[in-house]
C-alpha cells in the first residue's frame, strides 16, 4: 500500500460502522468471510438496547447497566454509550434498518433479563443483528471511500520503534502487508475457545492475540459471560434461545416440570451470570433442564420469534407445545485489548471497538442487548478520534514469517473444563499447565492457547466471585478487587500480578 491509510481489523457492526463514520478519509476493511458471514453482529437474536419508551430514561437504562455490571462498570464510559443509545435507533433507520413497530407506528420494545423497562428494540422478530447488519453492508457497499478486502486474515500486527506500523495478512493470492500507522481491531469476541458456544466457528479472539502479539494490554479476560440459554441438541455452534423469550414469559424448568429459578430475586429475568449459574448447578445435580414457553407463547412462538422456532423445529422440537432443552454456553466476552476513553490502546496507532475492546461498559457482566449498542457507538468514537490524528510516514519494514493457521482444538476441551461457569484454583493450575507448553509453541493451537493463559492468569488473580466470574474456592464477592484489571503477555508468561485497569492505557497522538 503506498499511502498510509486506516485498516480496520474486522466487518462486524463495530468495525463497519467505524469505516462509514471515516468518510470521506479511504479505509481499508479486512475480513476473513464476506461481508455479513462469521459475523456475531449478525446472529444478535435480541435487539438494541435504547431507552425511547415512554417510561425510560438514559438514567434507568444506565442503573440497569451498572447493576449487571456488579461493581465493575466505568460509569463514565456506560453514561456516555447508553445516552447516545435513541439517536442511535433514529441513525440506524435512516441507513435502512426496518426496526419492528407496533400498530401507531412505534418502535415496538420488548422486555429483557435485567432491565427495568421494556427497552429492546427488535427488526424482524429475532433477527435483529441480520437486519441492521444488512443495512449497515448496504450502506458501505454504496461508500466509495471504503475498501472492503474479503476472504483476508490479519496475522501480525507489525511495529516499528514500539508503534503500529502495518499489518502482515494473509488472502487467495498469499500473504501480504499493509503498511498502515492506524489499526482498528474489530474482531469481536473469543466463544470459540469453548465447546459449547453460541458464537460463530471462527471466534476465537484473533484480534486479541494481534494485540497482545505486539506488546499491547488486555483487560477483564476472567469475565466470560455464558448466555443461561443456549438450544442443547448437539450443534457447534449451539443455537441461541434468546433473553427475550423470557422476557416474554416463558419459564426455566427441569424434568420433572419444577420451576428452580421461582422465588429468586426476578427469577428467569435475573442478570445472565445469576441464571446461567442455577441452569449450571440443576444440571450438575443430574437434572435436565428446560425453557418452557408453552403458556407464555403457545401458538404465537412462530410468529414472535420465527428463527429459534426454525431452530427448535430442525432438532424435532415443537416450542409451542415441547418445552425446549436448554443449557449455558459461551456468549460474550465482557474483556478484550484494554483501551482508554478514546478507544486507544497501549500501543501508538492501535485502537478498538466492539467486543474486541474493554471499554468499561459492562463490567463484570454485560447487560442483555448492550452489545450491538456498544459496538455501533464504540466504532464511531474510535473512527472520530482517528479522523483527528495524521498518518505516519511510510518507511521499509521488515520482512516477517506467516504464522501456522490457529486452531483452537486443543484449547476447547481444556478452558470447557476448568474455566467455564464455575471455576476454582486446582483447576486453573491444571488448565494453564496444559496451555503454556501450546502457547510457547510454533503449531496452530500457540495463538489460542497464548490467550487461554491468559484468561486463566486473569481468572486465578481474581480470588473473588463478581459477575461472569464464579470461583466456587472463592465464592464471594471482595471489595478488595473492585478494580479493572489489566495484563499483558510478557506479564502473563511470568505470572506476575496484573496490574491496575486505570494504568492500562497510555498511547500517545
Known sequence: MTQDHPVIIGAGLAGLMAALRLAPQPVTVLTRAPLGEQAASAWAQGGLAAAIGADDSPAQHLADTLAAGDGLCDPVVARRIVEAAPALVEQLAQLGARFDRDAQGHVALGLEAGHARRRIVHAQGDSSGREILRAVIEAVRRSTHI??????????????DGAIAGVLAHGPGG????????????????????????????????????????????????????HPTALDVGLDPMPLVSEAVRGEGAVLIDETGARFMAGQGRAELEPR?????????????????FLDAREALGPRFAARFPTIYAACRAAGIDPATQPIPIRPAAHYHMGGIAVDAAGRGSIAGLWACGEAASTGLHGANRLASNSLLEAAVTGQEVADDIAGTVAGRPAPLAPLVLPPRPDAGPVRAVLSRYAGVLRDAEGLDAAEAVLRPLADGRGGASDPALLGVMMVVAMRLRRESRGGHARTDFSERVAGFAQRRALTWEQARNAVRAVPAATRASASA
Open 273 to 289: 451470570d445469576v441464571v446461567s449459574r442455577a441452569v449450571w448447578r440443576r444440571l450438575g445435580e443430574g437434572h435436565r433442564v
Open 175 to 226: 500473504p501480504f502487508v499493509l503498511r498502515a500507522s492506524r489499526v482498528v481491531i474489530a474482531t469481536g469476541g473469543l466463544g470459540g475457545l469453548f465447546q459449547e458456544t453460541t458464537n460463530p466457528a471462527g471466534a476465537i479472539g484473533q484480534g486479541l492475540v494481534l494485540a497482545a502479539r505486539a506488546g499491547a494490554a488486555l483487560a477483564d479476560l476472567e469475565f466470560v459471560q455464558f
Open 147 to 160: 475498501q472492503v478486502l474479503e476472504a483476508c486474515t490479519a496475522t501480525r500486527l507489525i511495529l516499528r
